[in-house]
């Protein structure tokens, strides 16, 4: 059974910075793109960050110059750091990693349970 779960979300006042992890627990062969999306009561789940196996970086431009995507592969685990942050950046995150779990099998998309961030202003 593979899981992926998510911390570092919370309540920060705009301004401030918040780091987000999310990790890949199970049986795993490879897992190629890592990404991070966000979903605001009322709007649609978008891409916020997304980095590739050779370490390519893509961004929204809403979040340009303040949030930083990473991984490290050895251990399953993406990051996300946040910084400068706006209260229209609340949302609930989510991680997503596509993931082949056997040398066999398809590529599939897998998704974290989401975590809460809260901006005030």
């Known amino acids: 059974q593979v899981q992926l779960v998510e911390s570092g979300g919370g309540l920060v006042q705009a301004g401030g910075s918040l780091r987000l992890s999310c990790t890949a627990s199970?049986?795993?062969?490879?897992?190629?793109?890592m990404n991070w999306y966000r979903q605001a009561p009322g709007k649609q789940r978008e891409l916020v960050a997304g980095i590739s196996r050779d370490m390519s970086t893509n961004y929204a431009d809403s979040v340009k110059g303040r949030f930083t995507i990473s991984r490290d592969s050895a251990k399953n685990t993406v990051f996300l750091q946040m910084n400068s942050l706006e209260p229209e950046d609340t949302a609930v995150y989510y991680c997503?990693?596509?993931?082949?779990?056997?040398?066999?099998?398809?590529?599939?998309?897998?998704w974290g349970q989401g975590t809460q961030v809260t901006v005030s202003s």
């Open positions: 997503n990693f596509r993931m082949r779990l056997f040398i066999v099998s398809p590529e599939r998309d897998y």
């Open positions: 199970g049986n795993i062969f490879a897992i190629t793109d």
